[in-house]
């Protein structure tokens, strides 16, 4: 499998490209702040051909650039639909404080095919099986995309905003919830094997293994498995995450 990305605009939100190989039809993951660009040069370099755009959710830094991305391509957009409305209301999912710094009168649109993703659903597109799991806590619509493993590749985890290298997604935003982003770790993240591979909205790559290991917010529910004590996180609050987007 051939993915390739990059670090969006002045968020840093990580944009994906994947497919099969190169010289094959793809799928682009998050196209966030001025992405097209960074979109375009990974697809001349691999040749090539995209057939959807797939959203983790819908925070502007991820979502900022899907409505010309899909128009060019003229491909569907893949989005949970409890974040639809951010395609088009962008500041439903900041605080005012936030949308008054970032927005000023921006305006987005909804690309003309957007198709709505459900928990546990197998797509296949461009020659990949992808599993989506929705993970709320974040955004009530934020979900994780997996493809399975293959040969010598392991099973590869999108991760969007709920699992980082050293740290979870946000949960002090409108739409967030810090009960529901623990459930979604643990239900979406810790039943994966440990060399699963994670690609992060933001930040480096890492593994189940690594975050199961030495994450903070990840380490008492490793406590709790090997203790059975009550799984309690309430001590740690990630109100901002190691990165520059929401």
């Not at 095919?113 to 797509?123: N, P, S």
């Not at 974040?138 to 293959?150: D, E, I, K, L, M």
């Not at 994966?192 to 690594?210: F, K, N, S, W, Y």
Request: glycine share 10%.
């Amino acid at each position: 499998m051939l993915v390739a990305g990059f670090p969006a605009g002045s968020f840093a939100a990580n944009c994906y490209v994947v497919a099969p190989a190169a010289g094959e039809e793809c799928v682009i993951i998050d196209p966030g702040q001025d992405a097209e660009a960074g979109i375009e040069e990974i697809l001349r370099e691999h040749r090539l051909k995209p057939v959807a755009v797939l959203l983790t959710h819908g925070h502007i830094d991820h979502v900022w650039s899907v409505a010309p991305v899909c128009g060019a391509r003229d491909v569907p957009a893949f989005i949970h639909p409890d974040d639809r409305d951010l395609l088009t209301d962008p500041g439903k999912g900041l605080s005012l404080a936030t949308k008054q710094q970032f927005l000023g009168g921006l305006t987005l649109s909804e690309p003309d095919d957007v198709r709505e993703l459900a928990d546990g659903v197998k797509l296949e597109l461009a020659g990949l099986k992808i599993t989506v799991d929705h993970a709320p806590g974040h955004t009530g619509g934020s979900v994780t995309f997996r493809t399975p493993a293959t040969g010598e590749l392991p099973d590869v985890m999108f991760s969007g905003d709920l699992l980082f290298a050293g740290s979870i997604g946000r949960t002090d935003l409108p739409g967030g919830s810090y009960e529901q982003i623990l459930d979604s770790l643990s239900r979406v993240c810790l039943t994966m094997p440990d060399e699963t591979a994670v690609l992060p909205g933001h930040g480096p790559q890492t593994t189940i293994g690594r975050e199961r290991a030495t994450n903070p917010f990840l380490a008492k529910w490793r406590q709790s498995s090997e203790t059975d004590e009550d799984r309690n996180l309430a001590d740690l609050k990630p109100t901002d995450g190691p990165h520059k987007g929401f």
